[in-house]
């Protein structure tokens, strides 16, 4: 079975570029979630969709980060502009969620963003 | 509000010793938990999960984990560790009965290394 697939694995462009991250999650899953890895703050929670539709993202850093779902088997995480800072490993993840919190997220390979 | 502590950044051990990582959780609800595993450049993998059925709970590689509601832990444990195992590992908490998506509330990691 085809897993959660990330694109770009590796992204390097200069600051203040435009950056656009892709998402497909596993078939038949109908929760979607964007993190991000750095060393400093570990892995973070940036926003979780259900049904296409965006649940929390209070976790997005700041106006320059938006996300979106436009159908169940696509998403995608923006950053316009780019900054240094925003270099790190950004995985999406997905799940099929019932809403009894027991049902585990499966992760992509993430794409590795880095910012010059 | 739901927390997770991993209460080791790293843990060293000899090839075919045994391998304890150690996590406590805190919960308002009846818990779901996790643990991952996420080797280099690559994605968080499912390791084992708990939701409320056999509080020992036998994951992939050999690994299992106990739940102790009385400790609140839940600690991962294998009997005699092997190269590959050295990864980082994450405990993770989800609280059943919250409704909605299910987010998950992520350990800041243990990287485990394994000593030839």
């Known amino acids: 079975d085809a897993g959660v697939i990330q694109s770009p694995r590796h992204e390097v462009t200069e600051m203040g570029q435009e950056v656009t991250l892709r998402c497909k999650p596993i078939s038949g899953h109908n929760s979607l979630f964007w993190y991000r890895q750095t060393m400093m703050r570990g892995l973070e929670l940036l926003i979780y969709f259900n049904n296409n539709v965006p649940i929390d993202d209070s976790g997005m850093p700041e106006d320059r980060f938006s996300a979106k779902m436009p159908n169940a088997s696509f998403s995608t995480l923006k950053i316009q502009p780019s900054e240094p800072r925003d270099s790190a490993v950004y995985f999406c993840?997905?799940?099929?969620?019932?809403?009894?919190?027991?049902?585990?997220?499966?992760f992509g390979d993430g794409t590795r963003l880095s910012i010059l | 509000a739901q927390s997770v502590t991993q209460l080791d950044s790293h843990v060293s051990v000899s090839e075919g010793t045994p391998v304890l990582l150690r996590c406590n959780y805190s919960?308002?609800?009846?818990?779901?938990l996790f643990w991952y595993v996420q080797h280099p450049n690559k994605g968080l993998q499912l390791l084992l999960k708990?939701?409320?059925?056999?509080?020992l709970v036998k994951g992939i590689n050999g690994f299992e984990a106990e739940f102790k509601k009385s400790e609140t832990s839940f600690h991962l444990t294998k009997p005699s560790a092997h190269m590959s195992d050295a990864a980082e590992y994450f405990c993770?908490?989800?609280?059943?009965?919250?409704?909605?998506?299910?987010?998950?509330?992520f350990g800041k990691g243990t990287h485990l290394i394994i000593q030839p």
């Open positions: 919960s308002s609800y009846s818990p779901s």
């Open positions: 993840a997905s799940s099929l969620a019932l809403g009894g919190g027991n049902q585990p997220q499966h």
């Open positions: 708990y939701t409320s059925a056999a509080t």
């Open positions: 993770v908490v989800s609280e059943t009965g919250r409704g909605g998506a299910d987010g998950l509330t």
